[in-house]
């Protein structure tokens, strides 16, 4: 990083914060994925990550077949910097494309080119990275069907384990949430996103959440984890994380300072406890955004609740289509999946 945010500094400052969550929480469990996200972490020095990740191997056992992953801009792929990388653990890559079509780029404000997404995911191949996901945005201002298409057959020619394919939200405190742009219609941004989920699945990406597609046995373990209502620390300016202390009357979602110079100097943070009352929802926003949907036996073990904290609105969504059953499995049906936020709807407190 640049001299306002010294690396040492930081990484100092990541590895204190997860002392103090292991202290505060009494945490012994051992570490089944990482995930080094937000901003362009790729832009530290493979010493600086290495560093962090010997540091957290320390305080907690790294399982045997650990998946760490880090979030990498185009722009910032060296061949020897990404080598040592995976030298030191990084083991899958997470590359922020978002389009390969340079206009769409710049009215996205990108700083990278749609040659140097392809270069970067050329790159991770010859340095030897077996599994890495690459993102692409649709309905994104001034795109057509074409555009898409064209992104999706870019993306599949560069052999990725994993793509990720979503539509461009308008998130509070961005520019574009002050400055909205002219976006394409919901009718031609659902019809943008059926045809390319048939290219996907044509070419054995297959869909396993929302906006998530995989090769074979290659989906993101560590949003697998979220969408399973797993736990998971968070550690870093802005980092959420959630844990189960006692179930159901303390589930805990927890958000560090989200300004990078403050959570250096302060050890302040948020801790909510998700309402008994809400924790149907909660799970359901979660496991109803994967295919496979979910089981009460996981329901019951994930929230402390048994099936009729579910009900009627379960029996409802069964019967009028929008969810399929299958022995004790719950799932979105085609028409639940389209409508989701809908379903969830039926299920607040």
């Not at 362009?40 to 493979?46: D, H, V």
Request: hydrophobic share 40%; glycine share 6%; aromatic share 10%.
């Amino acid at each position: 990083m640049k001299d306002s945010l010294p690396e040492t500094h930081y990484i100092d400052s990541l590895l204190a914060d997860l002392a103090r969550d292991i202290e505060r929480y009494n945490l012994t469990r051992p570490l089944h994925s990482i995930f080094i996200g937000g901003g362009t972490p790729s832009l530290f020095s493979p010493q600086a990550i290495n560093r962090l990740l010997r540091g957290v191997e320390a305080q907690l056992k790294f399982s045997a077949e650990i998946e760490i992953t880090m979030e990498a801009n185009p722009s910032t792929f060296e061949f020897q910097k990404f080598a040592e990388f995976k030298m030191i653990g990084i083991n899958r890559l997470s590359i922020g494309v978002q389009s390969f079509d340079d206009a769409l780029l710049t009215e996205l404000g990108r700083v990278h080119s749609g040659n140097e997404a392809i270069l970067a995911a050329e790159m991770a191949h010859k340095v030897g990275f077996q599994n890495f996901n690459l993102d692409l945005m649709f309905g994104l201002p001034k795109s057509t069907l074409a555009h898409s298409e064209r992104d999706i057959h870019t993306a599949i020619a560069l052999q990725p384990t994993h793509l990720s394919f979503y539509q461009l939200t308008l998130e509070p405190n961005t520019y574009f949430y002050r400055y909205p742009p002219v976006l394409p219609s919901d009718e031609f941004i659902f019809k943008t996103q059926q045809h390319c989920q048939r290219i996907l699945a044509k070419h054995n990406y297959a869909q396993y959440e929302v906006s998530a597609y995989s090769l074979s046995e290659k989906q993101c373990r560590h949003n697998l984890n979220y969408w399973q209502f797993g736990d998971y620390l968070g550690i870093g300016a802005g980092a959420h994380g959630k844990l189960s202390l006692e179930l159901p009357s303390k589930i805990v979602r927890t958000q560090k300072n989200k300004h990078p110079e403050r959570y250096q100097q302060e050890n302040d943070f948020i801790e909510n406890v998700i309402e008994t009352t809400d924790l149907p929802l909660e799970f359901l926003m979660n496991q109803l955004r994967l295919k496979q949907g979910f089981s009460l036996a996981n329901y019951c073990a994930a929230t402390g609740l048994n099936l009729a904290t579910l009900e009627p609105a379960l029996s409802e969504c069964v019967k009028t289509g929008l969810l399929v059953k299958h022995e004790d499995i719950y799932a979105c049906s085609d028409h639940g999946w389209n409508f989701l936020d809908d379903v969830l709807q039926k299920f607040l407190a």
